[in-house]
């Protein structure tokens, strides 16, 4: 194979490769192993086959992109920024993507080699046009190039080279081409500053961070509900988040949402910002965040009780990030009655609202009834119980019923729920003094597709996992789902047959 490749390759150099042998080369290189194809390439190929790419023929240009991402992947990338700059930088002003794209990906594996890295950072050039890209029409362009950049701002050099040079004015410069290429430049300066607390006081220092806060505390609704987004990933690391404080953004964020209650158009961001709170609760604290701004949890529950769909599917998946741990759920047990009306509000959404709000909530539902074994104490298996209690009068008919509906989605959204209490001795008894319910989880005719399959079967392992089960389901029961757990998920009972003489 290798030959062959040799000689495709040979053929390639000459300009003599017509369409259909470029098409055997782009399967034969996938075929050959890298340090074999290093052993066959030359400068003339690689040459060639950029050359190749200058011709208007959409066909060509895609095998010969296949073929360089496969052999450009096999070689050092020293030597590809070393032989191949002027290549790769024709490559960024390519009319085809699919050219840009390659190129643009080179340069972020130059990363991997620090001696690549500060050839890259020696062509300001090759970094300009690459900032360029971001500006592209096309997001997947721009995507790469925010890929690169990224990764080329995760070593020292690059964080000098992006921030503390010319290129900073190319990256205002691209901002200004209009309001989604700015978008994009945030999303690359908040990916740069999640990396460490030094990339951030780079992006810091350039005052990008202040132009992204100025965004979000602004007049125009729609660009806070974008910004929102952004600030929210910022939050996601502790030095984002000490930063976030100490510039006092997550008071101002709090005041916004209590402003919302006098603003009409407070729908277009207000989700953003409570969902904001709500991943801040479970990275740092759900007591301390939720007692400092009182206003978040006032707001999940007023939309959560509201009419409009939007909102209770944003305070659904909130409750159920807060609920999540053990500490978010003691602050929502402390809201008492409320909570427990609000969970009935939600086993009603969970069987007759839209399909999409019904998933939400039965996920949110599992998130928080689930208690990890080394949790379950006598009082927060109390809790989860007195919660599953209140949505429903029958709770455990109520998702048996969503779980037998003909829709694969709502099908595993009840058993996952029935997952999370598996574990709990208290839902271990109301299943086993539930009629035809044991029976009905070793039943493997009622899963029709894999990923029911799975389901049942993650409900069965939970089961079998708890130290409570065989007591409390006895050893009938409890040698059944053994057996179940051993065959795995797929198992099909052999159905033995007799032939009978004169049959057909």
Same mark, same amino acid.
């Given at each position: 194979?290798?030959?062959?490749?040799?000689?495709?390759?040979?053929?390639?150099?000459?300009?003599?490769?017509?369409?259909?042998?470029?098409?055997?080369?782009?399967?034969?290189?996938?075929?050959? @192993?890298?340090?074999?194809?290093?052993?066959?390439?030359?400068?003339?190929?690689?040459?060639?086959?950029?050359?190749?790419?200058?011709?208007?023929?959409?066909?060509?240009?895609?095998?010969?992109?296949?073929?360089?991402?496969?052999?450009?992947?096999?070689?050092?990338?020293?030597?590809?920024?070393?032989?191949?700059?002027? $290549?790769?930088?024709?490559?960024?002003?390519?009319?085809?993507?699919?050219?840009?794209?390659?190129?643009?990906?080179?340069?972020?594996?130059?990363?991997?080699?620090?001696?690549?890295?500060?050839?890259?950072?020696?062509?300001?050039?090759?970094?300009?046009?690459?900032?360029?890209?971001?500006?592209?029409?096309?997001?997947?362009?721009?995507?790469?190039?925010?890929?690169?950049?990224?990764?080329?701002?995760?070593?020292?050099?690059?964080?000098?080279?992006?921030?503390?040079?010319?290129?900073?004015?190319?990256?205002?410069?691209?901002?200004?081409?209009?309001?989604?290429?700015?978008?994009?430049?945030?999303?690359?300066?908040?990916?740069?500053?999640?990396?460490?607390?030094?990339?951030?006081?780079?992006?810091?220092?350039?005052?990008?961070?202040?132009?992204?806060?100025? $965004?979000?505390?602004?007049?125009?609704?729609?660009?806070?509900?974008?910004?929102?987004?952004?600030?929210?990933?910022?939050?996601?690391? @502790?030095?984002?988040?000490?930063?976030?404080?100490?510039?006092?953004?997550?008071?101002?964020?709090?005041?916004?949402?209590?402003?919302?209650?006098?603003?009409?158009?407070?729908?277009?961001?207000?989700?953003?910002?409570?969902?904001?709170?709500?991943?801040?609760?479970?990275?740092?604290?759900?007591?301390?965040?939720?007692?400092?701004?009182?206003?978040?949890?006032?707001?999940?529950?007023?939309?959560?009780?509201?009419?409009?769909?939007?909102?209770?599917?944003?305070?659904?998946?909130?409750?159920?990030?807060?609920?999540?741990?053990?500490?978010?759920?003691?602050?929502?047990?402390?809201?008492?009655?409320?909570?427990?009306?609000?969970?009935?509000?939600?086993?009603?959404?969970?069987?007759?609202?839209?399909?999409?709000?019904?998933?939400?909530?039965?996920?949110?539902?599992?998130?928080?009834?689930?208690?990890?074994?080394?949790?379950?104490?006598?009082?927060?298996?109390?809790?989860? $119980?007195?919660?599953?209690?209140?949505?429903?009068?029958?709770?455990?008919?109520?998702?048996?019923?969503?779980?037998?509906?003909?829709?694969?989605?709502?099908?595993?959204?009840?058993?996952?729920?029935?997952?999370?209490?598996?574990?709990?001795?208290?839902?271990?008894?109301?299943?086993?003094?539930?009629?035809?319910?044991?029976?009905?989880?070793?039943?493997?005719?009622?899963?029709?597709?894999?990923?029911?399959?799975?389901?049942?079967?993650?409900?069965?392992?939970?089961?079998?996992?708890?130290?409570?089960?065989?007591?409390?389901?006895?050893?009938?029961?409890?040698?059944?789902?053994?057996?179940?757990?051993?065959?795995?998920?797929?198992?099909?009972?052999?159905?033995?047959?007799?032939?009978?003489?004169?049959?057909?």
């Amino acid at each position: 194979m290798a030959e062959a490749v040799a000689e495709l390759l040979e053929r390639a150099a000459r300009r003599e490769a017509p369409l259909e042998e470029l098409r055997a080369l782009r399967l034969a290189v996938q075929a050959v @192993p890298p340090a074999a194809l290093r052993a066959r390439l030359s400068d003339d190929h690689l040459g060639a086959l950029f050359a190749l790419l200058s011709v208007n023929d959409r066909e060509q240009v895609s095998a010969c992109v296949s073929i360089l991402e496969r052999l450009l992947q096999a070689l050092d990338p020293v030597y590809v920024i070393q032989n191949l700059r002027e $290549e790769l930088q024709k490559g960024l002003f390519h009319p085809d993507d699919s050219v840009k794209i390659l190129t643009i990906s080179q340069v972020g594996r130059f990363v991997e080699n620090a001696d690549a890295v500060t050839e890259i950072l020696n062509s300001p050039e090759l970094l300009r046009q690459i900032i360029n890209c971001i500006g592209g029409e096309k997001i997947a362009v721009a995507k790469e190039a925010i890929k690169s950049l990224s990764r080329i701002a995760q070593t020292q050099d690059g964080l000098e080279a992006l921030f503390v040079s010319n290129l900073l004015s190319d990256l205002k410069n691209v901002m200004a081409t209009n309001d989604i290429v700015r978008y994009r430049v945030y999303e690359l300066i908040v990916e740069i500053s999640s990396v460490s607390a030094d990339s951030l006081n780079y992006c810091a220092n350039s005052g990008l961070i202040s132009e992204l806060i100025g $965004e979000l505390t602004g007049d125009d609704v729609l660009v806070r509900a974008t910004c929102i987004e952004m600030v929210t990933s910022l939050a996601h690391t @502790p030095h984002g988040r000490q930063y976030l404080a100490q510039q006092g953004i997550i008071d101002k964020i709090s005041n916004i949402v209590v402003g919302a209650e006098s603003d009409p158009f407070s729908g277009f961001y207000l989700p953003g910002f409570v969902k904001f709170f709500g991943n801040l609760a479970v990275v740092d604290s759900p007591q301390q965040i939720c007692e400092r701004y009182p206003v978040f949890m006032e707001k999940v529950f007023e939309m959560a009780e509201s009419h409009d769909p939007t909102m209770i599917g944003v305070a659904v998946d909130t409750l159920g990030i807060l609920g999540s741990n053990v500490e978010g759920k003691q602050v929502l047990q402390k809201t008492r009655s409320r909570f427990q009306n609000l969970l009935n509000r939600i086993g009603h959404q969970a069987k007759n609202a839209p399909t999409e709000l019904r998933l939400r909530c039965l996920d949110a539902i599992s998130s928080l009834l689930y208690l990890p074994p080394e949790q379950q104490t006598e009082d927060l298996l109390r809790m989860t $119980e007195s919660w599953f209690t209140s949505l429903s009068s029958q709770p455990l008919e109520l998702f048996r019923s969503i779980s037998t509906q003909p829709f694969p989605d709502l099908h595993c959204g009840a058993l996952r729920v029935f997952t999370a209490i598996a574990n709990q001795p208290w839902a271990q008894k109301l299943m086993l003094d539930t009629p035809g319910f044991v029976e009905y989880v070793v039943d493997r005719s009622v899963e029709p597709d894999k990923a029911s399959k799975d389901a049942k079967y993650e409900l069965v392992k939970a089961l079998v996992n708890s130290k409570t089960i065989a007591e409390i389901f006895g050893n009938q029961y409890y040698l059944r789902l053994r057996a179940y757990l051993r065959e795995g998920p797929y198992y099909i009972k052999a159905v033995s047959t007799t032939a009978v003489e004169g049959a057909e």
